[in-house]
């Protein structure tokens, strides 16, 4: 279990602060006109099993992830968000989908993603390596940037298991992680299965870009071998 705030940190420094300890996933610019002292961020993680539970409060900005960087930082995990406040909008190309608090978005690290959150927001986030939760999915490479079904049953079990692991996430027994860490990857294959809110997937038609540079890594690979 570990905690990261810019309460500490001098004002003028807390979004570079914040910026540097993010950058792990995402490359992040400032978007929102907020004063230096409105810019303070916590970062609440917990790692159970091989699943990583995270809660996120920050506020106006941009999210990105650049077409080459998953070439870079071979990051291979899907992350599963609900929103609890605030909203975000997240964009690929013409098409933008408006997240509220409430509602679950998946993403996919191996892709390209461009995100814009509201003033302040804060969010759940269930970090899932790809190995484990891909081969459970019926399209394990088009789920960046889709929003589950705000009325489906795996997706509502989901949303409470989320809400139970904010107030829990410290209290839960090295022992079972293991166990609770797969049946996540279970619950949220689940719902990724059952269903999507009409006009999500704004990541469907594009480029494949998960498998643009997994091809990619393999011919670095075996190039390094040759040497």
Wanted: charged share 25%; aromatic share 6%.
């Amino acid at each position: 279990h570990s905690l990261f705030t810019t309460d500490g940190v001098r004002e003028e420094e807390r979004f570079a602060v914040w910026r540097e300890a993010i950058s792990v996933y995402f490359d992040v610019e400032r978007t929102a006109p907020l004063p230096d002292a409105a810019l303070n961020s916590r970062l609440e993680s917990t790692l159970i099993g091989e699943t990583g539970f995270v809660r996120c409060d920050s506020h106006g900005q941009r999210f990105l992830r650049l077409a080459d960087r998953y070439a870079v930082d071979g990051l291979d995990h899907y992350l599963v968000q609900l929103y609890l406040d605030g909203a975000t909008q997240h964009r690929r190309g013409a098409q933008e989908v408006e997240l509220q608090a409430g509602d679950i978005a998946v993403y996919d690290l191996a892709d390209v993603h461009d995100a814009v959150t509201s003033d302040s927001y804060t969010n759940l986030t269930l970090i899932l390596p790809r190995r484990r939760l891909a081969p459970l999915l019926r399209a394990p490479d088009s789920q960046e940037g889709r929003t589950l079904a705000r009325d489906g049953f795996s997706a509502g079990v989901l949303r409470d298991v989320m809400l139970q692991l904010k107030d829990g996430a410290g209290r839960i027994d090295p022992r079972s992680t293991a166990a609770l860490s797969t049946s996540l990857i279970n619950l949220c294959a689940a719902a990724l299965n059952e269903g999507e809110a009409p006009g999500s997937g704004v990541g469907r038609g594009a480029l494949d870009y998960p498998k643009v540079y997994r091809v990619r890594r393999i011919m670095q690979e075996h190039l390094a071998d040759a040497d």
